[in-house]
DNA sequence: CTGTTAGCGCCTTCAT
DNA sequence: ATGAAGGCGCTAACAG
């Protein structure tokens, strides 16, 4: 039999080597000193360690072997652990590249939660590029990811989610069940009801003549409110609604391009007589929005009211509030986690329990109500 | 000899399985079914593959081994190339947990330009806790990343910071080479200028009656940007600057206690008339105090000069436009990436040379040159 | 220029 | 209840 050049069995240290080849210097202590130490075989030490049900041993020994395990301050090489296992701890992330408050705030949550089981996290921005998509997951999959949470981008055939799936990755997405050409665990929140909200909202305050005010490109989660809203207008038998498509491309808008705010003065000098109240796609937006209104000398909200949608923190400063619709992002961020650590388990629920649905709410404020 | 019951041989293609034990079905076409196919062997694969210097093929047999990696739809496992050369590819990030918009700025910085030289970043945020932060340079340590770019909390010894520096392992910090007893490759902005900068432009103004707005707990950071301010004041011969130390412990104050706006209208009722300008801590607040003065019916910047510092977004808001100092946020992540990066490529330059200093800069606008 | 060999550190089946 | 042995997929030193 080969003698195996009796591996890690000194206290040795030596060089920080590249590993391979056929050094003998240990430079970390692994779980074979534990186990010499202790008077045992590696595998005993893996089984404890990794409290595996099958394996048995004595009070004593266990507590032989975390003692040693602190004396000697071992840790486990969780590349190794993964190669060995299929198991890396370690989730992934695509999230979208702007830099907006309720994205962050999403991932963020995500995040933590991972932490808190014991995971961390592959964070990648992703600029809403469908090769980027299918790169970045694959730079996931290379690195054996146990799970991935993913905002997928507007459009492209997302092959390779749709591959990660075929191969039993655990998958949760992000606002896409809805818009994906194949059924996948999803967190999202009901866009349709927080524009109900918003609508129904500015009804009960007598609120009839809407303009709705938006960037130039469309997405999925921003029809969603906007059809919501209809909805509701068109029920209470309200006049077609305005719409003001403000040029913008992309967020942020806050300091964005001068034409940007000269459009909306524009916009709202022409028509804000045929309207009593403007619902925005977005806070920012309607901050932005409100504050010309302002400039321009109207009475917020006795002329115009206004509603947002987000929650974000700027909408609550105290003297410009802007009544919003937010999404509860914490719970979806744990939410998500929460259904990648199920699939990971094995619990494969029914698929209609994969996908989770969550209500936004509305916070009222002055720009509807007056102060 | 044994014979290693030849592994990774066929096109065979088996259940998922855990790895371990002495399965043979593969799940995965590895580097051995490329070499197979080219009738080579793995290492020299693994050379070609890795663009190793001393692995001298014909062009024929290269492009013949791109050729297969393509065919079989071949992706190194990170996690095996981890374990056999040590370097995984892999970033560790730990920032602040804070959710505000510059920290996230720098951290989306340094993610994407780590991309973009091939490395992913396992982002972790900290709520400034000494003992958390020990705990995730050790997760972080255990996943065997190349390197770590650290937000340091504001106290503690900071221990497992410099035992991965004592095992030599790359390391960038954020603003912390003032403040850690160690010497670090080190990234930050020149705060002191920062507070240089808010001074001397209401200085020019003839502004000489300032009062300084911020939280009660103070953090390196801010120290320096009152310093770096009052100094400048000091020398100008102006008076004893006022402190508004408003009543906050944690970020975000937007939507904070209405006890934090109630002390802020208060302290301005009471002292706005003994000075004639208010250096910010941070937008945020400045954007609060700000508007908290407008509605006293102080005129801005005629009664009150406001200066503020981050350069965040919501500063540049059109109807109440915040002068403040902005650091370089895009090139200091930038730059924390390739102080990694030199040092994971054993570039060790002078410690003189690790350690980048920003310069911040003024934006000015309407809150003190008015409109 | 290519193949052989010996690990990287851990897990897991199976025999004891 | 414990230990021996093989393998996860790849790299790197060295011999041809």
């Given at each position: 039999?080969?003698?195996?050049?009796?591996?890690?069995?000194?206290?040795?240290?030596?060089?920080?080597?590249?590993?391979?080849g056929?050094?003998?210097?240990?430079?970390?202590?692994g779980?074979?000193?534990?186990?010499?130490?202790?008077?045992?075989?590696?595998?005993?030490v893996?089984?404890?360690l990794?409290?595996r049900?099958?394996?048995?041993?004595?009070?004593?020994?266990?507590?032989?072997?975390y003692?040693?395990?602190?004396?000697l301050?071992?840790?486990?090489?969780?590349?190794?652990?993964?190669l060995?296992?299929?198991?890396t701890?370690?989730?992934?992330?695509i999230?979208t590249?702007?830099?907006?408050?309720p994205?962050n705030?999403?991932?963020?949550?995500f995040?933590a939660e991972a932490?808190?089981h014991?995971?961390l996290?592959?964070?990648?921005?992703?600029?809403n590029d469908?090769?980027?998509?299918?790169?970045?997951v694959?730079?996931?999959d290379?690195?054996?990811v146990?799970?991935?949470?993913?905002?997928?981008?507007?459009?492209?055939?997302?092959?390779?989610?749709?591959?990660?799936?075929?191969?039993?990755?655990?998958?949760?997405?992000l606002?896409?069940?809805?818009?994906l050409?194949?059924?996948?665990a999803?967190?999202?929140?009901?866009?349709q009801?927080?524009?109900?909200?918003?609508a129904q909202?500015?009804?009960?305050?007598g609120?009839?003549?809407?303009?709705?005010?938006?960037?130039?490109?469309?997405?999925?989660?921003?029809?969603?409110?906007?059809?919501g809203?209809?909805?509701?207008?068109?029920?209470?038998?309200?006049?077609?609604?305005?719409?003001?498509?403000?040029?913008?491309?992309?967020f942020?808008?806050?300091?964005?391009?001068?034409?940007?705010?000269d459009?909306?003065?524009?916009?709202?000098?022409?028509?804000a007589?045929?309207?009593?109240?403007?619902i925005?796609?977005?806070?920012?937006l309607?901050?932005?929005a409100?504050?010309?209104?302002?400039?321009?000398g109207?009475?917020?909200?006795?002329?115009?009211?206004?509603?947002?949608?987000d929650?974000?923190r700027?909408?609550?400063?105290?003297?410009m509030?802007?009544?919003?619709?937010?999404?509860p992002?914490?719970?979806?961020?744990?939410?998500?986690?929460?259904?990648?650590?199920?699939?990971i388990?094995?619990?494969?629920?029914?698929?209609?329990d994969?996908q989770?649905i969550?209500?936004?709410?509305?916070?009222?404020?002055?720009?509807?109500?007056?102060?």
């Amino acid at each position: 039999m080969a003698k195996r050049s009796s591996p890690n069995t000194g206290v040795s240290r030596g060089a920080v080597t590249g590993a391979g080849g056929k050094r003998t210097a240990r430079t970390r202590v692994g779980i074979h000193q534990v186990a010499a130490a202790c008077g045992l075989a590696p595998s005993t030490v893996s089984g404890v360690l990794n409290q595996r049900t099958d394996c048995r041993v004595s009070t004593k020994t266990r507590d032989r072997i975390y003692e040693t395990v602190r004396r000697l301050g071992y840790r486990p090489s969780l590349t190794a652990k993964g190669l060995a296992s299929g198991r890396t701890d370690t989730l992934g992330l695509i999230g979208t590249a702007q830099d907006i408050e309720p994205s962050n705030r999403l991932c963020y949550a995500f995040e933590a939660e991972a932490r808190r089981h014991g995971y961390l996290t592959l964070v990648i921005l992703n600029p809403n590029d469908p090769d980027a998509e299918d790169k970045q997951v694959t730079w996931l999959d290379d690195r054996s990811v146990d799970g991935m949470f993913v905002l997928p981008c507007e459009d492209g055939p997302h092959d390779q989610l749709a591959e990660q799936l075929r191969r039993g990755r655990p998958l949760v997405t992000l606002d896409a069940a809805g818009r994906l050409p194949f059924p996948v665990a999803d967190v999202s929140a009901d866009y349709q009801h927080g524009g109900r909200l918003q609508a129904q909202h500015l009804l009960e305050l007598g609120r009839r003549r809407i303009c709705f005010a938006n960037g130039l490109h469309s997405c999925w989660v921003v029809d969603q409110r906007i059809a919501g809203a209809e909805q509701v207008l068109l029920e209470a038998g309200c006049p077609e609604p305005l719409r003001m498509n403000v040029p913008f491309e992309i967020f942020p808008i806050m300091a964005g391009p001068a034409e940007t705010h000269d459009y909306i003065r524009d916009f709202l000098s022409r028509h804000a007589q045929e309207c009593d109240a403007i619902i925005a796609t977005g806070d920012e937006l309607g901050i932005i929005a409100m504050g010309l209104a302002m400039q321009l000398g109207l009475k917020v909200p006795q002329d115009l009211a206004f509603v947002g949608y987000d929650g974000i923190r700027f909408a609550a400063n105290p003297f410009m509030p802007l009544t919003t619709v937010a999404n509860p992002l914490d719970d979806m961020g744990r939410a998500a986690f929460q259904l990648l650590r199920s699939q990971i388990n094995g619990e494969i629920g029914r698929p209609q329990d994969m996908q989770v649905i969550f209500k936004p709410s509305l916070i009222a404020r002055n720009s509807t109500l007056g102060s």
